[in-house]
């Protein structure tokens, strides 16, 4: 009888350990996520956010409110695991716009997992699917990443010189939320090295990221635009003049 019970118990835990194993490998933290944003989505709204987006892409419709509800309490599962770039992958190539958004706030809730090795992973979402919305929010991701690392300040200068425009402009703005800690030679440099261009995105970020530094160093950003005021655009000069 023991050599039976002992049989039964053994293929109790190997059936026990074969599901969780199973269930770990088909199953995901994220696998409703998807259903539960398409079922809230509403036609009329997915077509004003589009507009919005110059019709670049398709919207469900869910505005941000509703959809920040809904993938809070997948993130929160998600921060038990290890940072996921198969999830963020899979977002990125939904047709709607919503799951390149979910997408972000995941990595935004994961910043202190993200290294210098994650760069050309995040260069990689930068140049697909392109656009101001998820470019602006992922300089911030890349902000931080740099703050923590200073040696890949190196990269944010090749960065500066990408043929991608919305590369440039992440290594433009990229020190958007360093204030006092900005690196000031580099972000010369950085800004220099875009001088010429007509691009719109970039003329912006340029002048955008002067005035938000002119917050913290008024003398520095007027001194930058005296130095330069042949060669900066006058978008960049408007924009970064906002404030002095």
Request: include cysteine; glycine fraction near 2%; charge should be positive.
């Amino acid at each position: 009888m023991d050599g039976v019970f002992s049989k039964i118990l053994n293929l109790t835990l190997y059936n026990s350990i074969h599901s969780r194993i199973y269930y770990f490998y088909n199953n995901m933290w994220y696998d409703n996520l998807f259903a539960e944003m398409e079922k809230n989505k509403n036609a009329e709204q997915a077509k004003k956010m589009s507009a919005y987006m110059k019709n670049k892409f398709v919207f469900l419709g869910i505005p941000k409110p509703k959809l920040n509800e809904i993938i809070k309490p997948y993130i929160k599962e998600g921060k038990k695991h290890d940072l996921d770039w198969k999830f963020v992958n899979i977002c990125w190539k939904k047709d709607y716009r919503e799951a390149q958004y979910a997408a972000v706030e995941y990595l935004e809730s994961l910043i202190k997992l993200l290294t210098n090795d994650d760069l050309p992973m995040l260069k990689k979402l930068i140049v697909t699917k392109s656009w101001w919305d998820t470019t602006d929010s992922i300089d911030a991701i890349i902000g931080k990443i740099v703050l923590n690392n200073k040696k890949t300040e190196k990269e944010m200068l090749k960065w500066s010189k990408d043929e991608n425009i919305w590369v440039r402009r992440v290594a433009v703005d990229f020190q958007l939320q360093y204030k006092e800690k900005t690196n000031q030679k580099l972000f010369e440099q950085i800004i220099v090295n875009n001088f010429g261009t007509d691009e719109f995105f970039i003329n912006k970020a340029i002048g955008w990221s002067l005035r938000e530094y002119s917050k913290t160093n008024k003398k520095w950003v007027k001194d930058f635009i005296n130095k330069y005021k042949d060669r900066l655009h006058k978008l960049s000069v408007k924009e970064a003049s906002k404030y002095l």
